[in-house]
């Protein structure tokens, strides 16, 4: 389980566009402004916190219904052609 991020600077709205992207392929996009906001980098690691929550959450229901991901299995979510 890995979260993905990227981080964009938007000059002229004086801010951040962060991408976390979660080991499932889910892509959540966060707009943090930086003069409004005291604590960009805590913002991020909330948001990196609730996405791994959730992506424990949704592994151990899939398991415990006997759901196996070949792609995941693998660590390659991005190989699934079904997953797209």
Request: hydrophobic residues 40%; negative net charge.
């Amino acid at each position: 389980m890995s979260i993905q991020k990227q981080v964009q600077f938007i000059a002229h709205e004086h801010a951040e566009r962060v991408i976390l992207t979660d080991s499932f392929g889910k892509v959540h996009e966060l707009k943090i402004n930086l003069l409004a906001t005291p604590d960009p980098d805590a913002v991020i690691a909330e948001a990196m916190l609730r996405m791994e929550q959730d992506e424990d959450r949704v592994r151990a229901i899939a398991e415990q219904r006997g759901h196996r991901h070949p792609a995941l299995e693998a660590g390659e979510p991005e190989n699934c052609k079904d997953c797209g």
